[in-house]
């Protein structure tokens, strides 16, 4: 039995007279004050944030061109001028360290968001209409899972010339939206059993109502959840084909480029002022999500324990 | 029964199958027969109850009614009009005069949305009503089933189980339906508030002229509240009676078993005569097997036969009672 019904009815109404008359939350509110409480996520939340300004204003911080070479100040150690001191070819490393987190940022950033907008209509469609529908997407799913990810990249970027950041989203967009369709199509699955969907139908709503007003925000604890969870991954797979050369091309700054220079064994040893900084920017922002993400999870979905 | 003027609702030859698929190019092997060739018309403004076992057939039945399901055989005349075949934007319109309550006040009520929201939804696909109007509409429906108008900004999960079969029943009523299916609205509640809902639909049906099919699994419950109790087995109506009948002068072993089974304080005052006392044994057979014959043999105690070789027809034994058993057919 669900210990709920055994509140009795006579119950309610004093405790609803009792404390906090107008005190009514959502769902959504409830979880965002489960949320508060998890000390790890709030301050990931106050890591990220500030990690976000820091390089959104990186001109505020820096007036070095990050793309601006010197020749005449290639690998020099931290001075007042470059606090990070310089590259290969002279460009001041603090400055690409800013600018590089703005790029990292925005490739994972925008990398979820498309994934996120292929995994929810594919999903919506695959787990709402089922049968045919259904059975397309799926098998699409299949195809694209069943390509080996750093093949299927290192070929399409050893094919183009000109690699952008828009580019460079959009194949990781399409390459990894089968993870969150998945997951959104799983959960529609149970979603569509249950009575309040029958009971949207009964009063007549359309599809459209149906998916938009009881699936989707029944689904958003496990959408959003993954799609932090993804964001993370996406700013280690920009840094790690970075690193191997095969990312967004070097006079572009980002984090895995940067440390791509500590290839060479001389900077590893003699310079980790170089590439220190931007490994702590990857890790330290990575875990932020994650701890973000756990935390979204715990608080918008209770049922699921942590792990 | 067959007093078609005033039927709101007629069921005719209704057939559900759900196909069972299997092997590896998930072939249709068999079908799952939940409900099975069923018929009756509910007059207006009565109440007809339907009783019968968990897989009997009989949730599926009152889905098959409001279209929530396609009879696979068979015709629905909701108000005179065939809705068996209309597809889903033709029967749009008509969903405002038929709704349902579900058994499950926790599972069918949208946890993410206010009772507002809950509530004005159907005005919302249904109507073309301003803001302003559907929230005096809704605040109207709220009072009539015994809640507070500022409980309309709650969410489902602050209210107990009684609370929300109450929101549940103003969401099935606010576009004011003709019909409604109460799919067990009871069972999920405790006992002494039960007796409040059943109470609560009571009321609201002398009030708004509503006719309802009230399905349950025991006699007890639908005896408070049915002018008529159909009994289902198997995907089948095996008996239909007024109420005083049946429950006076049950025919059909089945049901004569059901009615013993209802716990009596006061034998003395008891309808049912103690020498009838039938004790069912075993279980539903499966619907995707049902036995040969009247589908009810395997454990009906006065099995002989004939039972096996024939499937019994409804007959009318009394007037407006008709059974389906072969020890009333000569």
Known sequence: ???????????????????GQNKSYSPFQLGIQRFMKNKMAVASVIVLFLIVIVCVMAPVFTNIDPEETNLLLIEKGPSDEHILGTNGVGQDNFSRLLYGGRVSLIVGFSA????????????????????????????????????????LVLTIMALIDKVTIGLFVTIIALTSWPNLTRIIRGTYLSLREQEFVLSARAIGATDFRIIFKHFIPNAIGPIVVNATLMMASYIIIESGLSFIGFGIPKPTPTWGNMISEAQNIRILRNHPHAWIPPGLGILVTVLSINFIGDGLRDAFDPKSNRR | MDAANDALVKVKNVKKYFPIKGGILKRTIGHLKAVDDVSFSIMKGETL????????????????????????????????????????????????????????????????????????????????????????????????????????????????????????????????????????????????????????????????????????????????????????????????????????????????????????????????????????????????????GCTFRTRCPMAHERCSLERPELIEKDAGHFVACHLYTE
Do not use: W
């Not at chain 2, 068996?84 to 949208?110: C, E, G, T, W």
């Not at chain 2, 919302?124 to 009539?144: G, P």
């Open chain 2, 49 to 292: 109850g339907i009783v019968g076992e968990s897989g009997s057939g009989k949730s599926t039945l009152g889905r098959v009614m409001l279209r929530l399901l396609d009879p696979t055989e068979g015709s629905i005349y909701f108000n005179g009009t065939d809705i068996s075949h209309l597809n889903r934007r033709k029967i749009r319109p008509h969903r405002r005069d038929m709704q349902i309550v579900f058994q499950d006040p926790f599972a069918s009520l949208n946890s993410k949305m206010s009772v507002a929201e809950l509530i004005e939804e159907p005005l919302i696909v249904q109507s073309s009503l301003t803001k302003a109007e559907r929230k005096e509409q809704a605040i109207e429906i709220i009072e009539k089933v015994g809640l507070r108008a500022e409980d309309r900004l709650k969410y489902p999960h602050e209210f107990s189980g009684g609370q929300r079969q109450r929101i549940s029943i103003a969401r099935a009523l606010v576009t004011r339906p003709k019909f409604v299916i109460c799919d067990e609205p009871v069972s999920a509640l405790d006992v002494s508030i039960q007796a409040q809902v059943l109470n609560l639909m009571k009321d609201l049906q002398d009030e708004l002229g509503l006719t309802y099919l009230f399905i349950a699994h025991d006699l007890s419950v639908v005896k408070h509240i049915s002018n008529r109790v159909a009994v289902m087995y198997l995907g089948r109506i095996v008996e239909i009676a007024t109420k005083k009948s049946l429950y006076n002068n049950a025919y059909h072993p089945y049901t004569q078993a059901l009615l013993t089974s209802i716990p009596v304080i006061d034998h003395g005052q008891n309808d049912i005569p103690r020498k009838t006392k039938i004790k069912l044994t075993g279980d539903l057979p499966s619907p995707s097997d049902p036995p040969s």
């Open chain 1, 1 to 19: 039995m669900n210990p709920n019904l055994q509140e009795s009815e006579a119950k309610m109404p004093d405790m609803n007279r009792g404390k």
């Open chain 1, 112 to 151: 979820m968001f498309f994934t996120l907008i292929i995994g929810v209509v594919l999903g919506s469609l695959a787990g709402y209409y089922g049968g045919k529908v259904d059975n397309l997407i799926m098998r699409a799913t299949d195809i694209v899972l069943m390509l080996p990810f750093l093949v």
